[in-house]
């Protein structure tokens, strides 16, 4: 159904205003009825359009989505797949709104229920949007789930989720969906008694005899000598191609997410590109506590790519993820051509990452070398085009320094969001926590990371692996409580890594600046707790250092704190009943840059 379609229909609908201030409109299907609603929301979402302050409305219950009749347009997405994976960029939407302003979605607890490969909601050119009391979930997930009974050396019997579609085809086992088949397996094993998820391998069950034993029974026969997962472990896996998103924003402004249940998402997560002022609050994603899943998302929970504004999350929980809960980030785009004084000819390096336009008429940018990740210059875009879904040129208001090579990368520093986050719960993750790279003002407090495979917090930046910028300068870690984190990522398990991929260290240049850590709780079971590089005012105070036992054995001796390349840190008054005396190590910085009480190596 296109939307002048859905326009024309309205006079049909017998919508259901009320009397009082006519602005409420409700979905013109009942829920519960099992046939798609799909053409019917739509409907009710174009009736909305030319009413400001309108309300649209869901009775409680349950609407299906099915991508038969669903919106389909075009839609670069950052971090999503590339022209090898996904050639058509063509996007399959439930709900979709475009250019809307001053729209509440009121969902009275409905459960909004998508089949096959969907993007469940989409906002375009959006503004003073609310979205509110909702379920979103998958009528067969693209990730699939079977429970471990037996592991031995030559045999595996499993049960699978009743959610989990499957065929025994020529004695191997299948995985299918709604108009989709598995083809390449992505797996991790998910221990949900110690809440530990690590990567696994579906290799072995691949080359294995498969064989039904009873309905939802399979025995595996082959080699799984080097298989770790033990009886009560849940193998999950999915298909490694994001060729949709769980939910996208694109250029919008002012959105609230209120109480809302992401269930199950397929591909990235909620996404949000080039975006301004962005407030989550209460939003879980984590499966049905029905279900009997374990996974929630195919890869991140919360995105933001290149947004400004205030991104604010509170009363947040997730769990059951196969990439990072929240990613916040921009991108920088690699000059390969000086086509002029002051035009560049710029290019996406990352493969995932492309085809949206990255830099607009008025954006402040920042010039920097790619391997030292060093700003030398700033200007204002006067114009900028796409040349195609790789290129952009760029003209700016001045010459470009004489220091500018091609290689260099090109960083908009307007589009830097200021971040807060607070009492949330990040758990059942195999990856990191939080990542998070922007210039502005970072606030993470009063948040539990539980678990998470990797580090906690990663503060990154580069210009050569994923490109994603930009440096901090004002980040405050204070009242979290983290515990058993890092063990997919030994001896390096650092709680949390401040870790900019600077490959050029440039005598006297930090990356980041200005990181408080204080009055956290560090729940342990190893030695490693910090980590940082070209890293300026950094300060570990006030914190407290706790040990875990009977948890995972402890890897080597070696030093809680790592500081490569720093300059003015302070690492005191930390409270320690640590079965071991927590040491400094550095590298590459002088003593004097340290003020510590404790022993430096």
Same mark, same amino acid.
């Given at each position: 159904?296109?939307?002048?379609?859905?326009?024309?229909?309205?006079?049909?609908?017998?919508? %259901?205003?009320?009397?009082?201030?006519?602005?409420?409109?409700?979905?013109?299907?009942?829920? &519960?009825?099992?046939?798609?609603?799909?053409? $019917?929301?739509?409907?009710?979402?174009?009736?909305?359009?030319?009413?400001?302050?309108?309300?649209?409305?869901?009775?409680?219950?349950?609407?299906?989505?099915?991508?038969?009749?669903?919106?389909?347009?075009?839609?670069?997405?950052?971090?999503?797949?590339? *022209?090898?994976?996904?050639?058509?960029?063509?996007?399959?939407?439930?709900?979709?709104?475009?250019?809307?302003?001053?729209?509440?979605?009121?969902?009275?607890?409905?459960?909004?229920?998508?089949?096959? $490969?969907?993007?469940?909601?989409?906002?375009?050119? /959006? *503004?003073?949007? @609310?979205?509110?009391?909702?379920? #979103?979930?998958?009528?067969?997930?693209?990730?699939? *789930?079977?429970?471990?009974?037996?592991? @031995?050396?030559?045999? #595996?019997?499993?049960?699978?989720?009743?959610?989990?579609?499957?065929?025994?085809?020529?004695?191997?086992?299948?995985?299918?969906?709604?108009?989709?088949?598995?083809?390449?397996?992505?797996?991790?094993?998910?221990?949900?008694?110690?809440?530990?998820?690590?990567?696994?391998?579906?290799?072995?069950?691949? $080359? %294995?005899?498969?064989?039904?034993?009873?309905?939802?029974? #399979?025995?595996?026969?082959?080699?799984?000598?080097?298989?770790?997962?033990?009886?009560?472990?849940?193998?999950?896996?999915?298909?490694?191609?994001?060729?949709?998103?769980?939910?996208?924003?694109?250029?919008?402004?002012?959105?609230?997410?209120? &109480?809302?249940?992401?269930?199950?998402?397929?591909?990235?997560?909620?996404?949000?590109?080039?975006?301004?002022?962005?407030?989550?609050?209460?939003?879980?994603?984590?499966?049905?506590?029905?279900?009997?899943?374990?996974?929630?998302?195919?890869?991140?929970?919360?995105?933001?790519?290149?947004?400004?504004?205030?991104?604010?999350?509170?009363?947040?929980?997730?769990?059951?993820?196969? !990439?990072?809960?929240?990613?916040?980030?921009?991108?920088?785009?690699?000059?390969?051509?000086?086509?002029?004084?002051?035009?560049?000819?710029?290019?996406?390096?990352?493969?995932?990452?492309?085809?949206?336009?990255?830099?607009?008429?008025?954006?402040?940018?920042?010039? #920097?070398?790619?391997?030292?990740?060093?700003?030398?210059?700033?200007?204002?875009?006067?114009?900028?085009?796409?040349?195609?879904?790789?290129?952009?040129?760029?003209?700016?208001? $001045?010459?470009?320094?004489?220091?500018?090579?091609?290689?260099?990368?090109?960083? &908009?520093?307007?589009?830097?969001?200021?971040?807060?986050?607070?009492?949330?719960?990040?758990?059942?993750?195999?990856?990191?926590?939080?990542?998070?790279?922007?210039?502005?003002?970072?606030?993470?407090?009063?948040?539990?990371?539980?678990?998470?495979?990797?580090?906690?917090?990663?503060?990154?930046?580069?210009?050569?692996?994923?490109?994603? %910028?930009?440096?901090?300068? !004002?980040? @405050?870690?204070?009242?979290?409580?983290?515990?058993?984190?890092?063990?997919?990522?030994?001896?390096?398990?650092?709680?949390?890594?401040?870790?900019?991929?600077?490959?050029?260290?440039?005598?006297?240049?930090?990356?980041?600046?200005?990181?408080?850590?204080? !009055? &956290?709780?560090?729940?342990?079971?190893?030695?490693?707790?910090?980590?940082?590089?070209?890293?300026?005012?950094?300060?570990?105070?006030?914190?407290?250092?706790?040990?875990?036992?009977?948890?995972?054995?402890?890897?080597?001796?070696?030093?809680?704190?790592?500081?490569?390349? /720093?300059?003015?840190?302070?690492?005191?008054?930390?409270?320690?009943?640590?079965?071991?005396?927590? *040491?400094?190590?550095?590298?590459?910085?002088?003593?004097?840059?340290?003020?510590? !009480?404790?022993?430096?190596?």
């Amino acid at each position: 159904m296109n939307r002048s379609s859905a326009l024309i229909t309205i006079p049909a609908l017998l919508l %259901s205003l009320t009397a009082a201030s006519q602005q409420r409109i409700s979905v013109n299907m009942p829920p &519960n009825t099992f046939k798609d609603a799909t053409v $019917k929301v739509q409907e009710a979402i174009a009736a909305c359009r030319n009413i400001p302050g309108a309300v649209l409305e869901f009775q409680p219950g349950r609407y299906d989505f099915y991508p038969d009749s669903a919106v389909k347009k075009e839609y670069f997405i950052s971090n999503t797949s590339d *022209e090898e994976e996904a050639p058509s960029k063509v996007k399959t939407i439930g709900l979709f709104f475009e250019n809307f302003k001053g729209l509440t979605i009121e969902g009275h607890g409905a459960s909004l229920v998508f089949h096959g $490969k969907m993007i469940t909601w989409l906002f375009d050119h /959006c *503004e003073d949007i @609310t979205m509110r009391n909702i379920s #979103v979930n998958a009528e067969r997930p693209s990730m699939s *789930e079977m429970t471990l009974q037996t592991v @031995t050396p030559k045999e #595996v019997i499993a049960v699978i989720h009743r959610d989990s579609r499957f065929a025994i085809l020529n004695e191997r086992l299948e995985w299918y969906g709604e108009k989709w088949k598995l083809q390449q397996f992505h797996a991790v094993l998910a221990d949900t008694t110690k809440g530990m998820y690590t990567y696994s391998s579906w290799n072995p069950f691949y $080359k %294995s005899k498969a064989t039904q034993l009873a309905p939802g029974t #399979v025995q595996f026969t082959g080699d799984f000598s080097s298989f770790k997962g033990v009886p009560g472990n849940i193998l999950t896996v999915r298909d490694g191609i994001r060729d949709q998103v769980g939910a996208f924003m694109q250029h919008c402004r002012n959105v609230q997410l209120e &109480n809302i249940n992401m269930h199950y998402m397929h591909g990235l997560g909620i996404v949000a590109q080039f975006c301004e002022n962005l407030h989550y609050s209460g939003v879980r994603i984590m499966p049905a506590p029905s279900s009997g899943r374990v996974m929630a998302s195919f890869a991140d929970g919360m995105h933001f790519s290149g947004c400004k504004g205030d991104i604010i999350i509170t009363a947040a929980h997730f769990k059951g993820l196969h !990439d990072d809960p929240v990613n916040v980030h921009g991108t920088h785009l690699q000059i390969t051509e000086k086509m002029s004084p002051r035009v560049l000819k710029l290019r996406f390096m990352h493969h995932q990452t492309y085809g949206f336009a990255a830099f607009f008429a008025g954006d402040s940018v920042m010039l #920097v070398h790619s391997a030292a990740l060093q700003g030398y210059g700033m200007a204002k875009i006067v114009a900028a085009k796409m040349l195609s879904p790789r290129e952009m040129e760029v003209t700016l208001d $001045k010459d470009v320094p004489a220091a500018t090579r091609t290689g260099d990368c090109l960083e &908009n520093i307007t589009w830097t969001p200021s971040v807060t986050i607070r009492n949330s719960i990040f758990e059942g993750v195999n990856t990191r926590g939080l990542l998070v790279t922007t210039r502005k003002k970072v606030l993470i407090a009063d948040n539990t990371f539980y678990r998470t495979g990797m580090h906690a917090i990663l503060i990154a930046d580069d210009a050569s692996s994923w490109y994603e %910028s930009g440096p901090v300068e !004002d980040v @405050t870690i204070t009242g979290n409580t983290f515990e058993g984190v890092g063990y997919n990522q030994a001896p390096d398990n650092y709680v949390i890594a401040i870790a900019p991929e600077n490959h050029e260290l440039v005598p006297g240049y930090m990356v980041h600046r200005n990181i408080r850590i204080t !009055d &956290n709780t560090f729940k342990l079971y190893d030695y490693p707790v910090l980590t940082a590089r070209s890293t300026v005012n950094l300060i570990f105070r006030n914190n407290r250092l706790t040990w875990m036992k009977d948890y995972l054995p402890a890897g080597a001796e070696r030093a809680a704190f790592k500081l490569t390349a /720093c300059e003015k840190v302070t690492i005191s008054n930390n409270e320690s009943s640590l079965p071991f005396k927590p *040491e400094v190590q550095l590298e590459q910085m002088s003593r004097r840059e340290l003020r510590t !009480d404790l022993t430096v190596k």
